[in-house]
């Protein structure tokens, strides 16, 4: 059931809302751009260079339990970017296992980058020698999105 509503309203939470309630969420939404000088939008852009490119997927692994984890992506908007297989939660086997599976899932000969904010993601990768992009600054996230529309990644 989870996966069904996840893939039916992943891209259009708001459908799911009252009206009242999904103007509060529009502004809550609104609220955090502004303050986060538009970190959203930005990460959402760079997800979508990757969404876009034929034989690219986004992957997501993430120590938050599953379904929280994919309440967060659709209230963020994110869920139209990240297929539900492709959501990974590491609570309870840790990031390095999260990768193996994903790596058992679309093979060694394909590219991997690592993207995030942490040292468990970032020491996973380094065990799969797969490139990592630390993401911990807004200028990070500049220069992300800068490397992928410029295709050098």
Known sequence: ?????????????G?????????SWLQIRQDLETVTDTWLTLAMKSLNIINQR?????VLAT???????????MLYGLGGVFNIENIYSATKIGKESCFERIIQRFGSNV?????GDGRDEENAA????????????????????HALDQEYL
């Open 1 to 13: 059931r989870i996966k069904e509503i996840y893939e039916r309203y992943a891209a259009n939470v």
């Open 15 to 23: 459908s799911l809302l009252a009206p009242r309630d999904r103007d």
């Open 63 to 73: 120590t938050t339990q599953l379904v929280p984890a994919l309440a967060k992506l």
């Open 111 to 115: 590219t991997y980058v690592a993207v």
């Open 126 to 145: 380094k065990v799969h020698n797969m490139p990592f992009w630390r993401i911990s600054t807004h200028s990070d996230l500049l220069a992300l999105h």
């Open 54 to 58: 034929p034989h690219c997927v986004n």
